[in-house]
């Protein structure tokens, strides 16, 4: 999945400190969610991972806070329906983990996959939530789950 971050969030003008391209977890994504509370799901096209997206607690908010995080499709695997399936799986993770609600941030120009959070049920909201780190992310999103 370090792979398919790194190749998405360019396309973005999403590089450096202040997005999730330059958290630590991106290097060891399968140590980061084998803790309670975390699940990270992949989406593999031909044998080979393409995408994928998990939640986990939101750091620096409530316990009843989960965040949606590092969803990234590869190009081959956008409009394939896959972004709405794995949003269907990681929102039901976090329901059986007891979240009261989903947070998530992204940035102007992630237009589709906005449009995929509000089509989930996500609303927009003004500010950003927790302590994510990501201070490059101008949009916020929340969802009662």
């Given at each position: ?6 190749t998405v969030m360019p ?11 330059a958290?630590p977890?991106?290097d ?7 803790e309670?509370r975390?699940a990270?799901?992949?989406f ?11 939640v ?5 908010a409530?316990?009843?806070t989960?965040?949606?995080?590092k969803?990234?499709?590869l190009?081959e695997?956008?409009g ?6 794995l ?11 007891g979240?009261?609600?989903?947070y ?6 992630m237009?589709?996959?906005m449009r ?5 049920g996500?609303r ?12 490059g992310?101008n949009?916020?999103y929340?969802?009662?789950?």
């Amino acid at each position: 999945m370090a792979d398919v971050i790194r190749t998405v969030m360019p396309e973005f003008g999403a590089t450096g400190s202040g997005f999730a391209i330059a958290d630590p977890e991106v290097d060891w994504m399968s140590r980061a969610y084998a803790e309670p509370r975390h699940a990270y799901f992949v989406f593999e096209l031909e044998g080979r991972v393409v995408g994928g997206g998990g939640v986990a607690p939101l750091a620096g908010a409530d316990d009843g806070t989960c965040e949606l995080r590092k969803m990234y499709f590869l190009r081959e695997a956008r409009g394939l329906g896959a972004g709405a399936a794995l949003m269907a799986r990681c929102l039901e993770a976090a329901r059986g983990f007891g979240f009261a609600h989903c947070y998530l941030e992204t940035l102007t120009g992630m237009d589709a996959a906005m449009r995929l959070y509000e089509r989930s049920g996500f609303r927009r909201i003004d500010a950003p939530m927790g302590a994510t780190g990501h201070g490059g992310c101008n949009r916020f999103y929340l969802l009662a789950l």
